[in-house]
């Protein structure tokens, strides 16, 4: 029997579990660490999944008309995604980037034939900033509205969509069930639009109300806006989710998602993504460092000996090459 793919988005999702079993000694832990490898998407990251949710719920409500074009903004992953479905559904997608997305990203856009602009260069973007007394979230999402009005785009918005934590209860959470026959103790994730969290996590929570839903958020030292010193590390793709103007719009009202948040300070998350490359041929990007950090202190507590811990990686080390995670 024949198994050909009529094109690449068919591909997106069913990424494997695996456990970590040389981390584990490494680090004398008695728990199980194991880890969604978000990399297997075709655009090796996890937000290939709601850029195909955000697109076909547009196109069924007929947001979206063949040919037409697609706005976001992100730090890279959600663009680079949103640039391939476009691509492969013939869109043209045009990207608002934070600054800090890495060069391999914006290589990444053009190769699939998007454009991109910066934020931080627009100085609409501090008229709206003062405008909402600060809040940088509504401040993203009028520009996106602008935008789509200056370039008769459809903006996919992953910030406010709710294809986005749709397309993580329907996929992302059932295939960490299924895939583990809902063995979970603990499961391992941070927030960046919030889609992840409440998708995947309310999902597990709905299957086992016991499964533990801890989130990271970047350390005092890691914050970007807040801490803005240029060469203050900061951990791309993933926001506080504890303080304002940070919280995002799709987590507002929502209560408490997580049962524990833990802090973790970049170099912390960095040293953990090595830690994965050197012992287990795993190479990832630095959110993906921060939930193995995550991951990590959990196992250490003496009371989640034989507990199962399941983290979910977010992309690819490979976009981080010339970042300070794997510099040379
Ligand atoms: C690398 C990376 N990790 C984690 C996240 C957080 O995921 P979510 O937006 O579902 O909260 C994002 C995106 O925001 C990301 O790009």
Redesign the pocket.
């Known amino acids: 029997m024949s198994r050909i793919f009529s094109n690449i988005t068919e591909l997106i999702g069913k990424t494997p579990l695996v456990r970590l079993n040389r981390l584990e000694k490494e680090y004398g832990l008695n728990a199980e660490i194991v880890v969604k490898l978000e990399f297997f998407n075709p655009t090796q990251?996890?937000?290939e999944r709601?850029a195909l949710s955000m697109v076909e719920g547009a196109e069924e409500r007929g947001d979206l008309k063949p040919g037409g074009t697609i706005i976001d903004l992100?730090?890279?992953?959600?663009s680079i995604s949103l640039a391939a479905v476009a691509a492969a559904k013939g869109y043209k997608f045009h990207a608002y980037l934070q600054d800090s997305a890495s060069n391999e990203n914006k290589q990444i856009l053009k190769a699939f034939g998007a454009d991109y602009e910066t934020i931080f260069t627009n100085p609409r973007l501090f008229e709206l900033v003062a405008e909402y007394g600060g809040d940088a979230m509504k401040a993203f999402g009028k520009l996106l509205e602008e935008g789509s009005v200056a370039l008769n785009a459809f903006a996919t918005n992953?910030m406010e969509s709710l294809d986005?934590?749709k397309a993580?209860y329907r996929t992302t959470g059932p295939e960490i069930w299924e895939d583990t026959d809902g063995k979970i103790d603990f499961f391992v994730?941070?927030?960046?639009?919030?889609?992840?969290?409440?998708?995947a996590g309310g999902y597990l929570k709905e299957k086992n109300p016991e499964i533990q839903i801890v989130a990271y958020q970047p350390g005092v030292n890691s914050r970007p806006f807040e801490n803005q010193a240029p060469e203050q590390p900061e951990?791309?793709?993933?926001?506080p989710i504890s303080g304002v103007p940070f919280i995002?719009p799709?987590l507002r009202d929502k209560g408490k998602l997580w049962d524990e948040l833990i802090d973790v300070e970049a170099p912390d998350a960095y040293d953990a993504a090595r830690a994965a490359a050197k012992h287990e041929g795993i190479l990832v990007?630095?959110?993906?460092g921060?939930?193995l950090y995550t991951a990590i202190q959990l196992a250490k507590r003496p009371e989640n000996a034989g507990k199962r811990i399941v983290a979910?990686l977010?992309?690819s080390g490979v976009h981080y090459l010339s970042t300070p995670l794997f510099e040379l």
């Open positions: 990251n996890v937000k709601i992100s730090s890279g992953n959600t992953q986005n934590p993580h994730t941070g927030a960046g639009t919030g889609g992840t969290i409440l998708g951990l791309l793709g993933v926001h995002a799709l990007g630095e959110s993906s921060a939930a979910l977010a992309d």
